[in-house]
């Protein structure tokens, strides 16, 4: 099925650790994005990237880093997690200039 | 502080009963998207609304966008367990690509 795949589902780091949450589109969006989700606080934007080559900060950028490496794909990388980082990260894609339309599954990282 | 407030925050009813979302802001927004997410899924986009005083429909679910294009509803109407969810909103104020979320109503529908 089309969509958006993101990897892993699940993560535990521990502080200082770090990682790169991967995500993968075939819907051939122009535009890319990184959310996290925390209890009682809706989804946050971390980073977006409208066309390839190309990326923004968002809301909650500190601590994170992207890359947007072709057209279908888009990272975020936690060079030295804090448990204040522990959360539902989710990555979305849509077309250029719209709002993300489809979300990934989410992955669940925690941070002890 | 929420640029998007979501009420009510939970909302636990019967089957077949009606009932209403609403999101609101002080901001004016160009369009407003809702969202549905389901536990360990993540949100499914269900409508975006962009004008004043919009209504759509999707078989038993109404959105209206505000005339002033600051807030919106969402109204259900004969609930099923199947509408259960998080339902959240979101928009982008003005002519801002960051899209921003409100914290989310927890709608549940007991069979």
């Known amino acids: 099925n089309a969509g958006v795949t993101q990897t892993p589902k699940f993560q535990v780091l521990k502080t200082g650790q770090s990682m790169t949450l991967q995500c993968a589109q075939d819907m051939n969006h122009n535009s890319m994005y990184w959310y996290r989700q925390d209890p009682g606080m809706g989804l946050r934007l971390i980073y977006y990237s409208a066309s390839e080559g190309t990326t923004d900060k968002g809301e909650v950028p500190n601590g994170y880093n992207v890359s947007r490496l072709n057209k279908r794909e888009f990272s975020l990388r936690l060079e030295s997690a804090a448990p204040s980082q522990t959360s539902v990260y989710f990555c979305?894609?849509?077309?250029?200039?719209?709002?993300?339309?489809?979300f990934g599954d989410g992955t669940r990282l925690s941070i002890l | 502080t929420q640029l998007l407030e979501q009420s009510p925050q939970f909302l636990s009813i019967q089957e077949g009963e009606n009932l209403t979302v609403y999101c609101n802001s002080s901001?004016?927004?160009?369009?407003l998207q809702w969202y549905r997410q389901e536990p360990g899924e993540g949100p499914v986009l269900l409508v975006t609304?962009?004008?004043?005083?919009e209504v759509k429909k999707l078989k038993r679910l109404t959105f209206q966008f505000g005339d002033a294009r600051k807030d919106s509803s969402l109204h259900i109407t004969a609930a099923q367990p199947g509408d259960t969810g998080l339902y959240l909103c979101a928009g982008a104020p003005g002519d801002d690509y960051k899209l921003s979320f409100g914290a989310g109503t927890t709608v549940t529908v007991r069979a």
């Open positions: 901001s004016v927004f160009s369009s």
């Open positions: 609304v962009v004008t004043g005083g």
């Open positions: 979305a894609s849509g077309r250029q200039g719209d709002q993300p339309q489809h």
